[in-house]
């Protein structure tokens, strides 16, 4: 997958609940690089996507998920960037949980097991969602500025 901005937002979600999760201090250090890294990422390519070295076509990668849309509803997913980047932080935490669950599926009742790998692929196609929502947000405020900036 090339990087996008909700491609490096939706890694620096998950290196934060892997903080948050982590006991380990090599670990704890190493996610802590990872943080960095990704913060830094994250300006440069704010800042090459305004200044325009990445071309608007780069700005976007869409998962083009193939999937059963019958019984497999998906929320919307709109708003403004930092709405969709906090839902997105949101559904990444309730997707962690989830996957705990199927860590021990064992312990899992027998009559919630179906629900739980339904919850999953639920959740996983609500954060796609909402990786594709932050591209498209940013790529067409991008577009918007330009023209304006244009325009004057």
């Not at 071309?55 to 193939?66: G, H, I, M, Y």
């Not at 969602?129 to 067409?140: G, K, N, V, Y």
């Not at 405020?141 to 244009?150: C, P, V």
Request: hydrophobic share 40%.
């Amino acid at each position: 997958m090339a990087e996008t901005l909700g491609s490096l937002c939706d890694k620096l979600t998950v290196v934060k609940l892997k903080q948050w999760h982590a006991d380990d201090p090599a670990m704890q250090k190493s996610l802590a690089v990872q943080e960095k890294q990704l913060q830094e990422e994250i300006g440069s390519f704010l800042a090459g996507a305004v200044a325009g070295t990445i071309p608007a076509e780069r700005l976007t990668f869409a998962a083009n998920k193939v999937y059963r849309k019958e019984g497999n509803d998906v929320p919307e997913v709109s708003g403004s960037i930092g709405e969709v980047f906090a839902r997105l932080a949101d559904v990444n935490c309730r997707l962690w949980h989830e996957q705990e669950r199927v860590y021990a599926f064992e312990d899992v009742p027998h009559g919630e097991k179906d629900q739980v790998i339904k919850n999953l692929a639920s959740l996983n196609l609500e954060r796609t969602r909402c990786i594709d929502q932050l591209d498209t947000a940013f790529r067409s405020l991008l577009q918007n500025a330009r023209t304006e900036h244009g325009a004057s």
